[in-house]
């Protein structure tokens, strides 16, 4: 089945340093999604990404989508404490998404 | 933005009881609904689709007869675990979807049986 491999796993930063994500499709997508989770709470909807070589920003996040819409990253600029929790992406097959495993991000203030 | 309920937020419930689990699109309609399953610090693990006044289509591995779904209109969706066991405890998250392609998540429900 279709699979969406994220990495890495886990990453701590000292506030202020950036921090990437990077998510990876063995097939083609029809589009990529992001979303955060914080600590308890449910994933909430950051971006879309629908067309190849796209890259979006919101403030200090920037999204990208691959040339072959196989691959996706977020980046974050010069991180701050209100950036903690785990970043999922979410690859668009037909009518459902497959997400993947989450990128856990602490920041040490 | 849209905005998705989820009720109840958190339950209880002893083993071998059923648990019913309700997700409503509180102002859009939602002609495509999801129920997710999230253990601890994992991914989103969807179990089914649901489109209104049709049956749900289940991923594969997900018990059909122990997850029964219910779309009966654009803005709810029921989600029932059957005769439920320790195993089941959870967080079961719902998303609902209009015209669009985005998926707009429910604040989740955490199950507990004992």
């Known amino acids: 089945g279709q699979q969406v491999m994220q990495i890495p796993q886990y990453q701590h930063v000292q506030e202020g340093e950036d921090f990437t994500t990077y998510c990876n499709s063995s097939t083609t997508l029809s589009n990529i999604q992001w979303y955060k989770q914080r600590p308890g709470g449910h994933p909430v909807f950051l971006i879309q990404l629908v067309k190849s070589g796209e890259v979006k920003k919101q403030k200090r996040l920037t999204f990208q989508f691959g040339e072959a819409k196989k691959n996706s990253s977020l980046h974050i600029t010069a991180t701050q404490t209100t950036d903690v929790g785990t970043y999922f992406c979410a690859g668009s097959y037909g009518n459902k998404l497959v997400f993947g495993a989450g990128t856990i991000l602490r920041v040490k203030s | 933005g849209a905005v998705v309920s989820q009720h109840p937020s958190r339950v209880i419930c002893k083993s071998g009881t059923s648990v019913k689990i309700e997700c409503r699109s509180l102002?859009?309609?939602?002609?495509?609904m999801f129920w997710y399953r999230q253990f601890p610090k994992k991914s989103l693990m969807l179990m089914a689709t649901?489109?209104?006044?049709?049956?749900?289509?289940?991923e594969q591995g997900v018990e059909k007869d122990k997850f029964l779904i219910n779309h009966a209109s654009l803005t709810l969706s029921t989600l029932t675990v059957t005769s439920a066991h320790p195993e089941d405890s959870s967080f079961y998250i719902c998303?609902?979807?209009?015209?669009?392609?985005?998926?707009?998540f429910g604040p989740g429900t955490r199950l507990l049986v004992l």
């Open positions: 102002d859009f309609q939602a002609t495509t």
């Open positions: 649901s489109n209104e006044g049709s049956k749900a289509t289940y």
């Open positions: 998303s609902a979807r209009g015209r669009g392609e985005t998926q707009y």
